[in-house]
């Protein structure tokens, strides 16, 4: 996982006014956030973009538009009206299913559910140093470090971001594998060194599993 600067929109106040308005007189509240928040993929758009470099929040797959879903960090059942619509709740995460053929989430924002606890759950965008929280294994798993065992734990179990058959380590490892690759090619063709381009790849934070691959890389990157 990564921290994510929030970087709220010029027009995003105006519409929640009115939306927060239409929550105070309607018996279904879910439907306003559902059916009547019209720009929400554009919002969706603007998140990753602008914040997320089109990388799920929390397992850092490649999303798109269209397999992916603005994530309430804190679950919007906890206080409706106060989080639902709150720019600093919202990020947008996979769908759970980007590497298996399973039509239900298994991982990330939908599998996290309503199992919350916001003194355990590590939170991409109120915490700059996130990564420091986990380490890597050579076959892709994710594992805790000693900064906060406790914690990292919770958030990789709660995100289901190890979990047997869901094939994120999988895809970790095959990521670091095309990283390498694109190096080769591009220091070649640039006529550069090696730890160069990794450094130059590593810094543009749009690379699918970049936390995972700076991790590989660590002993390049300045402190």
Request: proline fraction near 3%; charge should be positive.
């Amino acid at each position: 996982m990564r921290y994510i600067e929030k970087k709220k929109p010029n027009d995003f106040d105006d519409e929640i006014k009115e939306l927060k308005e239409e929550i105070k007189i309607v018996n279904n509240k879910s439907d306003v956030w559902d059916n009547k928040f019209k720009t929400k993929r554009k919002l969706k758009e603007y998140i990753l973009e602008n914040e997320q470099n089109y990388l799920c929040c929390y397992c850092e797959a490649k999303i798109t538009l269209d397999n992916s879903h603005i994530e309430h960090i804190k679950p919007k059942y906890l206080d409706y009206e106060n989080l639902t619509f709150d720019y600093n709740n919202l990020l947008v995460s996979c769908n759970g299913i980007c590497f298996n053929n399973e039509n239900k989430p298994i991982t990330c924002g939908h599998k996290k559910g309503k199992k919350f606890d916001e003194k355990l759950f590590l939170n991409p965008v109120k915490i700059k140093n996130i990564r420091e929280y986990f380490i890597y294994t050579d076959n892709g798993y994710i594992g805790a470090s000693n900064l906060d065992k406790e914690k990292a734990n919770y958030t990789m179990k709660i995100l289901e971001l190890n979990t047997f058959n869901n094939y994120l380590p999988e895809a970790r490892v095959k990521a670091l594998k095309q990283f390498r690759k694109s190096v080769k090619e591009f220091a070649k063709k640039r006529r550069k060194r090696l730890d160069e381009v990794v450094l130059l790849l590593l810094i543009r934070e749009n690379l699918a599993f970049i936390s995972f691959l700076r991790f590989k890389y660590g002993y390049l990157i300045p402190n």
